[in-house]
C-alpha cells in the first residue's frame, strides 16, 4: 500500500489506482473494502469514470466504517450522474447537510445541484450551490455564482419572489434572487432589521409572456414641497418623461408629495398604500393630455 501512497501524493493517480487494487487482492477481508474505495478514488482523481464505476460498484457498504459509506455513495452518485440518473444520485445524497464531514461537503453540494438541475428543480439546485458559495475558492465562486444565475432565470418570477422573501439578508442566495427578480423588472421584498419587511407586498405583480412585471399602478413618492420641493419636482418631471417615452401598456401613476420630513414621507406612504389600486383598475393607463402639476399630490388621470 506504500507505493499506492506514494503514487497518490506524486498525483500519479492511475498508478495509485492499480497499486491500491494489487493491495486489495493481497490484503485481509477487513482491508479489502477500503482499498477497493481508494482504488475508486484515484479512478476519479484520473477522471477515469468507467474505473470508478466497475470497482465502486463491487463495494460493499456493510464493509465500510466511518465515512467511508458515504465516501461510496458520492462516487456512485457522481457516477449516476455522468450516465444521466438524476434520480438515482439523489437518492445516494440524502444525508443532511450539516451531517457530512467538511472535506466532503463541497462535492456533496456540487453533486446534489448538478442532480436537481438535471431532474428541472432550478431553484433546489439554487440554493445547494449557493450553500457551496463560503467553503470554495474564488475562482469557483464566480463560477457557483454564474450557474446559479443560470438556474434562477428558469424559476417562475412569483416563485422566485416567495424564495427571496424568506431569505434572510446574510444568505448567499438572496442577492442572486433578487437581481433575478430585478431582471424580470419586479422589486425584491425589501428586508428591515428582524427579518422581512412587514410593508412589503406579499406576492409579486403579474408578470406577461416574457416575464416582465405588469403593475397596475405605481405611486411615486417625491418631495414637491418645503425644502426639497425643486429637486423633487426635477425628479418628478424626469421620471414622467421617461413615462411617457416608454412602451405600451403603461401603469397609472399617481405623483404623491412626501415633504421634506420623516413625518410627512410616512404620510406618503401611508396614502399610497390606501390607494392601492384594485384588480379592476389595472387595466387604466395615464393620460398624455394631463401633466402633473406642482401642487402638493397629483394624480395622472387614466383611460376608463
Same mark, same amino acid.
Request: aromatic share 4%; hydrophobic share 40%; charged share 25%.
Given at each position: 500500500?506504500? #507505493? !499506492?501512497?506514494?503514487?497518490?501524493?506524486?498525483?500519479?493517480?492511475?498508478?495509485?489506482?492499480?497499486?491500491?487494487?494489487?493491495?486489495?487482492?493481497?490484503?485481509?477481508?477487513?482491508?479489502?473494502?477500503?482499498?477497493?474505495? #481508494?482504488?475508486?478514488?484515484?479512478? #476519479?482523481?484520473?477522471?477515469?469514470?468507467?474505473?470508478? #464505476?466497475?470497482?465502486?460498484?463491487?463495494?460493499?457498504?456493510?464493509? %465500510?466504517? @466511518?465515512? &467511508?459509506?458515504?465516501?461510496?455513495?458520492?462516487?456512485?452518485?457522481?457516477?449516476?450522474?455522468?450516465?444521466?440518473?438524476?434520480?438515482?444520485?439523489?437518492?445516494?445524497?440524502?444525508?443532511?447537510?450539516?451531517?457530512?464531514?467538511?472535506?466532503?461537503?463541497?462535492?456533496?453540494?456540487?453533486?446534489?445541484?448538478?442532480? %436537481?438541475?438535471?431532474?428541472?428543480?432550478?431553484?433546489?439546485?439554487?440554493?445547494?450551490?449557493?450553500?457551496? %458559495?463560503?467553503?470554495?475558492? &474564488?475562482?469557483?465562486?464566480?463560477?457557483?455564482?454564474?450557474?446559479?444565475?443560470?438556474?434562477?432565470?428558469?424559476?417562475?418570477?412569483?416563485?422566485?419572489?416567495?424564495?427571496? !422573501?424568506? %431569505?434572510?439578508? &446574510?444568505?448567499?442566495?438572496?442577492?442572486?434572487?433578487?437581481?433575478?427578480?430585478?431582471?424580470?423588472?419586479?422589486?425584491?421584498?425589501?428586508?428591515?432589521?428582524?427579518?422581512?419587511?412587514?410593508?412589503?407586498?406579499?406576492?409579486?405583480?403579474?408578470?406577461?409572456?416574457?416575464?416582465?412585471?405588469? *403593475?397596475?399602478?405605481?405611486?411615486?413618492?417625491?418631495?414637491?414641497?418645503?425644502?426639497?420641493?425643486?429637486?423633487?419636482?426635477?425628479?418628478?418631471? @424626469?421620471?414622467?418623461?421617461? *413615462?411617457?417615452?416608454?412602451?405600451?401598456?403603461?401603469?397609472?401613476? &399617481?405623483?404623491?408629495?412626501?415633504?421634506?420630513?420623516?413625518?410627512?414621507?410616512?404620510? !406618503?406612504?401611508?396614502?399610497?398604500?390606501?390607494?392601492?389600486?384594485?384588480?379592476?383598475?389595472?387595466?387604466?393607463?395615464?393620460?398624455?393630455?394631463?401633466?402633473?402639476?406642482?401642487?402638493?399630490?397629483?394624480?395622472?388621470?387614466?383611460?376608463?
Amino acid at each position: 500500500m506504500k #507505493r !499506492a501512497e506514494q503514487a497518490w501524493a506524486a498525483g500519479d493517480y492511475a498508478t495509485a489506482a492499480a497499486e491500491y487494487l494489487a493491495a486489495a487482492s493481497r490484503g485481509s477481508a477487513p482491508d479489502r473494502a477500503y482499498l477497493r474505495l #481508494r482504488a475508486a478514488e484515484s479512478h #476519479r482523481q484520473a477522471g477515469n469514470v468507467q474505473g470508478v #464505476r466497475e470497482v465502486a460498484g463491487s463495494i460493499a457498504h456493510r464493509d %465500510l466504517q @466511518g465515512d &467511508e459509506p458515504l465516501r461510496l455513495d458520492l462516487l456512485l452518485a457522481e457516477v449516476a450522474l455522468s450516465d444521466g440518473d438524476a434520480e438515482r444520485a439523489l437518492t445516494l445524497l440524502t444525508v443532511p447537510t450539516d451531517q457530512v464531514p467538511d472535506r466532503l461537503r463541497p462535492r456533496v453540494l456540487r453533486a446534489r445541484a448538478d442532480a %436537481l438541475a438535471a431532474r428541472g428543480d432550478s431553484l433546489a439546485s439554487a440554493r445547494e450551490r449557493a450553500a457551496l %458559495l463560503p467553503l470554495v475558492d &474564488e475562482a469557483e465562486r464566480a463560477d457557483a455564482m454564474q450557474r446559479i444565475s443560470a438556474v434562477l432565470a428558469d424559476v417562475p418570477p412569483r416563485e422566485l419572489y416567495r424564495e427571496s !422573501a424568506r %431569505l434572510g439578508p &446574510e444568505d448567499p442566495l438572496k442577492a442572486l434572487a433578487d437581481q433575478a427578480l430585478r431582471a424580470h423588472g419586479i422589486t425584491p421584498p425589501r428586508l428591515v432589521t428582524g427579518g422581512r419587511d412587514p410593508m412589503a407586498p406579499r406576492e409579486p405583480p403579474p408578470t406577461d409572456a416574457d416575464g416582465r412585471a405588469l *403593475y397596475g399602478k405605481v405611486a411615486l413618492l417625491v418631495p414637491l414641497s418645503g425644502q426639497m420641493g425643486v429637486p423633487g419636482q426635477a425628479v418628478r418631471d @424626469g421620471f414622467m418623461a421617461a *413615462y411617457f417615452a416608454g412602451a405600451e401598456p403603461r401603469p397609472q401613476v &399617481e405623483v404623491i408629495d412626501a415633504g421634506s420630513t420623516p413625518e410627512s414621507a410616512l404620510a !406618503a406612504y401611508e396614502r399610497a398604500l390606501e390607494t392601492a389600486p384594485s384588480a379592476s383598475s389595472a387595466r387604466c393607463r395615464a393620460k398624455p393630455s394631463a401633466p402633473c402639476s406642482t401642487t402638493r399630490s397629483c394624480r395622472c388621470r387614466c383611460w376608463p
